[in-house]
């Protein structure tokens, strides 16, 4: 009865080790200072990243990951007001976060588009321009997402942009007047 019990232990304790190193191996992710929307609670793990590269053209199929040259060099960072959608899609949420002084603006994107991520709709990048107080928000649906803008119910599409645009227009810091969005450039009709 003995070499069971040690037996059903150590098989346990192989099971535990396993188990939670698979889950440190996704939080390694979290540690780049480029937002990654990638979440450990997600089923299966996903590769798409959120790249904040300058926008200067819309993003072709084949995006370099981002480099350091894309990072935050000072390591400096501000707070900004975030908007997320209540549960019912009725209003929204505000909440204080901390983002890079540097770009302020492409951090606060990314942490919003973060929140949007899930099991069968994710973006491969995003790209921010600001110009005379209007920002266009270029989004790239990642190639193996199971879902497209067009297939976001009412409620998604108000968590999702609506968000977006309440954080841009609402840090009165940035001074942004309207918000659009383009899919590859092209302009998404809401």
């Known amino acids: 009865m003995q070499p069971k019990k040690y037996i059903l232990s150590l098989i346990l304790l192989v099971v535990c080790t396993s188990i939670s190193s698979c889950g440190s191996s996704d939080s390694s992710d979290s540690t780049v200072s480029v937002p990654v929307p990638n979440?450990?609670?997600?089923?299966?793990?996903r590769s798409s990243q959120v790249e904040?590269?300058?926008?200067?053209?819309?993003?072709?199929?084949?995006?370099?990951?981002?480099t350091s040259a894309n990072k935050a060099i000072s390591g400096k960072t501000t707070t900004v007001t975030l908007y997320t959608s209540d549960t019912q899609c009725q209003d929204y949420?505000?909440?204080p976060s901390s983002v890079s002084a540097d770009e302020p603006i492409n951090e606060a994107v990314g942490k919003v588009l973060q929140e949007r991520e899930t099991a069968d709709f994710s973006l491969a990048g995003?790209?921010?321009?600001?110009k005379n107080d209007i920002a266009t928000i270029d989004l790239r649906i990642a190639p193996d997402s199971k879902r497209q803008i067009a297939s976001l119910s009412s409620c998604e599409q108000f968590a999702l942009f609506g968000s977006l645009r309440k954080t841009l227009t609402?840090?009165?810091?940035?001074k942004i007047k309207e918000v659009r969005f383009t899919?590859?450039?092209?302009e998404i009709s809401l």
């Open 170 to 174: 609402s840090n009165a810091q940035w």
């Open 126 to 130: 995003y790209r921010v321009n600001v």
């Open 183 to 186: 899919e590859k450039g092209e």
């Open 93 to 95: 949420v505000a909440k």
């Open 39 to 45: 979440s450990t609670a997600s089923p299966k793990p």
């Open 52 to 66: 904040t590269q300058p926008f200067s053209t819309p993003p072709s199929p084949s995006d370099e990951p981002p």
